[in-house]
């Protein structure tokens, strides 16, 4: 059984503090995020557990931070907006998050929906991935290790998939596992592009198919095949 880290602070002191969070969501809020719902998971998930101590105290900045393995925790924005695209005017239902890396955006998704669950390819950081999450106590997560692009059959269908990865085409798999009148937000490299830029997609699932949207400019780590 892997333990907490040593240091952790569940409820933060100095630049890790409830106020230095409460002003993250401000600044949120200013950036244009609405969704109460949202506002509040990001308010009440403390951020600074999911990183390395020595960038604790960065840890509500607007920016991403790595995490190891070539991996990074989105910046906090990002994770709201995506989220907020999810569940706007809707409940969530059963969510999917594929890329769970350090475990924050899966504790954020778990505070607004009823059952999530979130799948990593690389062993090493789900493993700690769950000991950062451990102390939230959160029944309604559930972590697996598998192949992300390959989603989580077992428990499909998803009435929400939520990708931290960016793709270079829409993940067959995912779309399949998406339940009808369910909603898919992901990166997509945009092939071809100058400087390999990606865009953030939104894809609804409908009684004639598959409608998607192209949203904001954005920067993931691309998404990789297999479990490692």
């Not at 106020?19 to 993250?24: D, E, F, G, L, Y």
């Not at 910046?75 to 594929?98: C, F, H, S, T």
């Not at 339940?179 to 894809?203: D, E, F, I, T, Y």
């Amino acid at each position: 059984m892997i333990s907490p880290r040593p240091g952790r602070n569940l409820a933060g002191i100095g630049m890790t503090s409830q106020r230095t969070r409460a002003r993250m969501v401000e600044r949120l809020r200013e950036q244009g995020i609405t969704d109460q719902r949202v506002l509040e998971a990001m308010a009440g998930v403390p951020r600074h557990l999911f990183v390395e101590e020595a960038l604790a105290s960065r840890a509500y900045e607007d920016t991403a931070l790595p995490i190891g393995f070539g991996q990074t925790i989105s910046q906090p924005y990002v994770v709201a907006r995506m989220i907020e695209i999810l569940v706007q005017n809707r409940d969530p239902g059963k969510v999917l998050e594929v890329g769970t890396g350090c475990g924050y955006q899966a504790a954020v998704l778990a505070s607004v929906a009823d059952e999530v669950y979130s799948i990593e390819r690389i062993r090493e950081l789900l493993d700690r991935a769950r000991a950062n999450l451990r102390e939230l106590r959160l029944r309604n997560l559930r972590l697996a290790h598998g192949d992300g692009a390959a989603g989580l059959e077992k428990a499909a269908p998803f009435d929400s998939i939520i990708v931290a990865a960016a793709a270079p085409e829409l993940p067959q798999a995912l779309l399949r596992q998406l339940a009808p009148g369910g909603r898919m937000v992901l990166p997509l490299a945009q092939v071809g592009k100058c400087g390999g830029s990606q865009r953030l997609v939104l894809v609804e699932r409908n009684g004639r198919g598959f409608l998607e949207s192209g949203l904001d400019a954005v920067r993931f780590v691309p998404m990789e095949a297999g479990k490692a």
